[in-house]
């Protein structure tokens, strides 16, 4: 499985380059938001198997973000929050996200995934 996060962070990455590179197309809006979710889904999956390997009872994304502050794997419960919500806006609201608002949570992400030790 974290060879799969891994990969997805690179996507992710490419992705957001693109998309920064060439702001005016939908579509490469399109694929930066899906790969972020595509990440954000494997990475609160790694924090529910570490929280488990750790005896920690874990079943929602929000759970599983708790319990990797908790383990200091992550240090900014609040702002992991944030991505958890911009998650779910770009789940459930597919062209209602603002590409400035798009923009600063994804580059934080990414910034923040790269300080985890996968």
């Known amino acids: 499985m974290n060879k799969k996060l891994q990969d997805s962070i690179v996507l992710f990455e490419q992705a957001l380059d693109d998309f920064f590179t060439k702001r005016t197309n ?4 399109a694929s930066a938001s899906k790969c972020f979710e595509v990440s ?11 929280a488990e390997n750790a005896g920690m009872e874990v079943y929602s994304p929000r759970d599983s ?4 502050a908790k383990l200091k794997i992550i240090d900014n419960l609040e ?15 597919y ?6 608002d798009f923009f600063e949570i994804t580059k934080k992400f990414l910034e923040e995934l790269k300080k985890i030790e996968i």
Do not use: C, M, P
């Not at 939908?26 to 809006?29: A, N």
């Not at 973000?65 to 990797?68: G, N, R, S, T």
């Not at 958890?84 to 459930?92: E, F, Q």
């Open 95 to 100: 062209l209602g996200i603002n590409d400035e």
């Open 26 to 29: 939908k579509l490469k809006f």
């Open 40 to 50: 954000f889904e494997y990475t609160w999956k790694y924090f529910k198997r570490e």
């Open 65 to 68: 973000i708790k319990a990797a």
């Open 79 to 93: 702002l992991w929050n944030q991505f958890l919500n911009a998650r779910n806006l770009s789940v459930h609201d």
